[in-house]
């Protein structure tokens, strides 16, 4: 059964750069047809996709977020990880990492969810 | 970008009614349109998708319609571990999600 899990700081102060990793087990990052996302989910607010990468390190951003983010994907520790610069109060949110199924040729949904990590931006 | 309104934004409803959610996309997506239902402390869990599939092992109460803007998401009889917030997505452009309709237990 595939499983994903966030890990990271919880705490970041504004300004600074919110890091996270994803990790993927019980099968491999580097499958066909897959990308790999991030969604986040403000406190008490709805769903935000923030972006997405292919193994090959094909990339899909969010336009309100593309000048602060970056993701990135190690396929030799199978996991991907999230970086936002800059960040302010805003950018607090339970941060998911999911599996978004494009073996159709159109990237359609996410399939597989980690549990979610909080982080919360403050001084 | 693609804009997805999602009505109402709560409902309450008794146990073993019919409960409908609207989605209205702010153009034309065909139907590239998931619904996903969210409990509390979890992670969103895929339910429907392009419009009217249902996910395997998905109960049959739960169904999905529409096309082009217009989209419904249905349960067909309420039951009380349905009580979640759903949201519907789009995979016309990039990848959108409506607002969240909370649904509660009368």
């Known amino acids: 059964q595939l499983q994903l899990q966030e890990s990271g700081p919880g705490l970041v102060k504004p300004s600074e750069t919110l890091s996270l990793t994803c990790t993927v087990s019980?099968?491999?990052?580097?499958?066909?047809?897959?990308?790999w996302g991030w969604v986040r989910q403000p406190p008490g607010k709805g769903l935000e996709w923030v972006g997405s990468?292919?193994?090959?390190?094909?990339?899909y951003y969010n336009p309100s977020l593309e000048s602060r983010v970056t993701i990135s994907v190690d396929t030799s520790k199978n996991h991907f990880s999230l970086k936002l610069t800059s960040v302010i109060a805003a950018d607090s949110a339970i941060y998911y990492c999911?599996?978004?199924?494009?073996?159709?040729?159109?990237?359609?949904?996410?399939?597989?969810w980690g549990q979610g990590t909080l982080v919360t931006v403050s001084s | 970008d693609i804009q997805m309104t999602q009505s109402p934004s709560s409902l309450s409803a008794s146990v073993g009614d019919r409960v409908t959610i609207t989605c209205q996309a702010s153009q034309d997506i065909t139907n590239y349109l998931n619904w996903y239902q969210q409990k509390p402390g979890k992670a969103p869990k895929l339910l429907i998708y392009d419009a009217s599939n249902l996910e395997t092992g998905v109960p049959s109460r739960f169904s999905g319609s529409g096309s082009g803007t217009d989209f419904t998401f249905a349960i067909s009889s309420l039951q009380p571990e349905d009580i979640a917030t759903y949201y519907c997505?789009?995979?016309?452009?990039?990848?959108?999600f409506g607002q969240g309709t909370n649904v509660e237990i009368k």
């Open positions: 990468i292919y193994y090959s390190g094909t990339t």
């Open positions: 019980g099968g491999s990052i580097s499958s066909s047809g897959y990308y």
């Open positions: 997505q789009q995979y016309d452009t990039l990848w959108t």
């Open positions: 999911a599996r978004h199924d494009c073996s159709s040729g159109r990237c359609k949904y996410f399939d597989y």
